[in-house]
């Protein structure tokens, strides 16, 4: 197969993922969708074992941020951050939505003994976190990078955070948010 054709058939791939049509891919291209882009869509399992799909979401603000592993240090300060912040999230009409490869047990163990309300999904297969560039290996385990893509409500990447410090990410992300939904990106 020459290299304009696999390119054709990546490219094909890429947009029928992005349509929510069900198709799992890995981004070929190493980088994370970029500012202006549709967000791919993804369908995975949450805290509850029940599916939760980018698109059930749509008309609304979305954070989708990926971190590596529950009850750890950083990841745990993350989440209570986000969680501190949930009523002005939804004030702004935006979801939280965690990533990480942990499966829906560990999520839902995390969820109850942290008091968090919004959804974790599980990536147990490091699928999403590769579409989304977010994938980091540590020996020979993959865990999701701490990633947050701001999504707007017609589904488009707004904001991509690839530097993520925990104590001040849910204030950073709300801050864009205000930036952008005062510039007219609703």
Known sequence: MN???????????????????????VRADGKAPAVGSPAP??????????????HDFKGKWVVLYFYPKDFTSGCTLEAHNF????????????VIVGVSVQDED???????KEGLNFKLLADTK??????????????DAKFSARHTFLIDPNGVVRKVFLEVKP??????????????????SR
């Open 41 to 54: 869509d993804f369908t995975l399992n949450s805290q509850e074992a029940k599916p939760v799909s980018l």
């Open 3 to 25: 290299i304009k054709k696999a390119m054709k058939i990546a490219v094909a791939v890429l947009f029928l993922a992005g349509l929510g049509l069900g198709i799992r891919a």
């Open 106 to 112: 560990s999520h839902q163990k995390f969820c109850t």
């Open 83 to 94: 969680q501190r912040d949930l009523a002005q999230y939804e004030q702004k009409h935006a």
């Open 167 to 184: 104590p001040q990410h849910s204030e950073e992300v709300l801050a864009a948010l205000t930036e952008l939904q005062g510039s007219g």
């Open 126 to 139: 490091q699928e999403v976190s590769a579409l989304y560039d977010s994938v980091m290996t540590y020996g």
